[in-house]
């Protein structure tokens, strides 16, 4: 069963960022983990929540939040809604850090609610597959862009079909502190990403991957699947619910 809890808003810098509907679907059985699930440009929190649904993770509760509407370069600066604005794939674009600090602190603020023996958890499919690996570098430097603390401790991070934002600084901010290093390496990451991917090419999977295997993050899973473009299949989903049931130590799979 699913239900949404209304909608919010957080100041950066200059800039409010409004976000839309937030839905949560409630744990079958008992809750052990909540995962925060982002949708792709241009759809909403209630793109996703009726699949997480239908999965067989009985234990887990899932908050599906709805990015803010914003202006996207890469749409020719039509509007959208957005976890941030991107001009390119490519890795010579210009990261919009604040943007991405802004949803980061969302996500991490509705974490935050979560009880004390609650396992946490961010996934993603495209944009917010890269939304996702954001977060999951903020958790290791403990840390977002802008400097301020990162306050949640992640158990698991997802990113299905996206890319790594900030890619080029990734490794120096990491290594460079022993902290951010131990923190790297112990954060179990799951990438996929499917070979004829038409919107996100395999080869920003590959890159991204490659990167962050690069930066420390040791307890990183890399799925490839052939024939498979920009949507999910059931064998991909099949991958990600044993992946969440083994490194979040849940209960069941099936039941």
């Keep these: 069963m699913s239900y949404n809890i209304g909608s919010g808003s957080r100041n950066v810098g200059r800039n409010t960022f409004e976000f839309g509907r937030t839905y949560v679907v ?3 059985g008992t809750h052990q983990a909540t995962i925060v ?4 440009i241009g759809e909403t929190g209630s793109s996703w929540s009726r699949f997480l649904e239908s ?3 009985p234990n887990v ?4 939040p709805t990015a803010p509407t914003r202006s996207v370069a890469l749409l020719g600066g039509l509007p959208s809604t957005a976890w941030f604005n991107v001009e390119d794939l490519s890795n010579d674009s210009n990261d919009d850090v604040e943007g991405l600090d802004a949803s980061a602190t969302h996500i991490a603020n509705m974490l935050s609610n979560e009880r004390d023996d609650i396992k946490l958890g961010v996934a993603g ?8 690996l954001y977060s999951a570098t903020c958790r290791a430097l403990g840390q977002y862009g802008n400097g301020n603390r990162y306050p949640i401790n992640l158990s698991a991070a997802v990113a299905l079909s996206g890319w790594l934002p ?3 600084i990734v490794r120096s901010r990491v290594l460079v ?6 923190r790297a390496a112990s954060l179990p990451i799951l990438v996929c990403h499917g070979q004829v991917d038409d919107v996100v090419d395999h080869k920003q999977g590959d890159k991204s991957a490659q990167t962050l295997r690069a930066s420390g993050f040791q307890n990183l899973t890399y799925c ?3 024939g498979l473009g920009h949507y999910t299949t059931p064998e991909e989903v099949n991958d990600v619910c044993r992946w969440l049931v083994a490194r979040m130590g849940l209960n069941g799979y099936g039941t």
């Design 37 to 40: 699930w982002l949708h792709g």
């Design 166 to 168: 900030c890619s080029r």
């Design 125 to 132: 499919f495209s944009m917010g597959a890269a939304m996702t």
């Design 55 to 57: 999965l067989p993770l």
């Design 61 to 64: 509760k899932w908050i599906c």
């Design 26 to 28: 409630r744990p079958r």
């Design 177 to 182: 502190s022993q902290e951010a290093a131990r």
């Design 224 to 226: 490839t699947y052939n």
